[in-house]
């Protein structure tokens, strides 16, 4: 009798503990972090962001635009757990505004500028200064917005830097952000193009004319930082970006890791 007593207990906990591993399993099945990320990192970071779904069962959310853009978005309260910019100054801004959790900020990645051509059309030209970037080549430049998204403001310094903005100015083209620079190169729809060397590698579409001088333009650094009103998971993925995992797969795709 005690034993046929005891039998509805058992299976109570068994219910119990199933129950409860249920519960987590569907608690953390609807944990998700929501990424805002630098156009440029659309690739590593998509490839990231599964490897951090596979090890976590959390689900990565990402968009990609330019980081002048995705700050704004931000600021107005875009639900964006974690933000990654192509430069310092947009991360900036949103620690200005509050709208980061500054403690969580870092550097993570840095980058090169290159200048490109559709993918046969390429010519040749020197970065020694010998001679000025608007006879090299007929047709326009595209690249970011000078004014506003990080590839192009680093493309305006170096021109400027370089002194060939003056020549080149009326020719260039400013996009959205610095996938779509590359798409009108790879259309032709523009002869020249300044653009991050990853996305370079990423196009078969276009070619490598040459590299700017670092010295010309200010760093080109990554920086990441968990937003304000982030859910608590979005700290596990920014730890997550300086995994050895991730660091390999940012190695990859042409990306210099910052030491930290």
Not at 210 to 226: G, L, R
């Amino acid at each position: 009798m005690r034993h046929s007593r005891s039998l509805p207990n058992k299976l109570l906990r068994l219910m119990l503990l199933a129950s409860l591993s249920l519960s987590m399993m569907t608690a953390r099945a609807e944990q998700k972090v929501t990424v805002f990320a630098a156009a440029s990192l659309t690739n590593a970071l998509t490839e990231i962001a599964s490897a951090y779904e596979k090890s976590s069962g959390i689900k990565v959310t990402s968009a990609y635009a330019a980081s002048s853009a995705l700050a704004r978005q931000i600021e107005n309260g875009a639900p964006a757990d974690v933000f990654i910019s192509a430069d310092l100054k947009w991360m900036q801004y949103l620690q200005d505004k509050n709208k980061i959790q500054t403690a969580t900020r870092r550097d993570l990645l840095a980058n090169q500028l290159v200048l490109i051509a559709p993918r046969g059309k390429g010519f040749k030209f020197n970065m020694d200064g010998s001679t000025e970037l608007a006879q090299a080549f007929d047709g326009r430049l595209c690249t970011g917005d000078v004014d506003a998204v990080p590839a192009g403001i680093y493309a305006k310094q170096a021109l400027q830097g370089l002194s060939w903005w003056q020549g080149i100015k009326p020719r260039i083209v400013g996009t959205q952000d610095v996938r779509a620079a590359l798409n009108f190169v790879e259309r032709g729809e523009c002869a020249a193009g300044i653009v991050y060397a990853t996305d370079a590698r990423v196009s078969q579409k276009v070619e490598v004319v040459s590299v700017f001088p670092a010295a010309s333009h200010a760093p080109i650094v990554y920086p990441v930082a968990v937003t304000a009103n982030a859910q608590a998971s979005a700290r596990g993925f920014v730890d997550f970006l300086g995994s050895p995992a991730a660091d390999a797969i940012f190695t990859q795709h042409g990306f210099t890791l910052i030491k930290r």
